[in-house]
């Protein structure tokens, strides 16, 4: 079982930046993918990147290429979300998982086992 908890949403105005972290605990993480999904009220639950811990390639969504990034530290199971110039429909609350899907499957929600409880982020204009 893996635990994944996230931190660091809040409010803030749009053109800001905020940073979001997930700290995994339990089992060994292994192989397993993480990412970040989003999802805002009465709209399903949108990918915004993902990564394997066996190698450096991170996968983002077109919508926040350039402007979110992820990063990560192994020793810390531990991965983060900058996310810069922000716009208010990107309001949603934020969620961290875990999982092994295959590397073309990374994007699918349903592919991920484990969730963390999410953290809202609201981007006022």
């Known amino acids: 079982q893996v635990q994944l908890v996230e931190s660091g949403g809040g409010l803030v105005q749009a053109g800001d930046s905020l940073r979001l972290s997930c700290t995994a605990s339990g089992r060994a993480l292994g192989d397993n993918a993480m990412a970040w999904f989003r999802q805002a009220p009465g709209k399903e639950r949108e990918f915004i990147a993902a990564?394997?811990?066996?190698?450096?390639?991170?996968y983002y969504a077109d919508s926040v290429k350039g402007r979110f990034t992820v990063s990560r530290d192994r020793a810390k199971n531990t991965m983060t979300l900058q996310m810069n110039s922000l716009k208010p429909e990107e309001t949603a609350v934020y969620y961290c998982?875990?999982?092994?899907?295959?590397?073309?499957?990374?994007?699918?929600?349903?592919?991920?086992?484990?969730w963390g409880q999410g953290t809202q982020v609201t981007v006022s204009s």
């Open positions: 998982a875990a999982g092994r899907p295959i590397l073309s499957a990374l994007r699918l929600s349903a592919v991920y086992n484990y």
């Open positions: 990564f394997r811990w066996s190698n450096d390639n991170v």
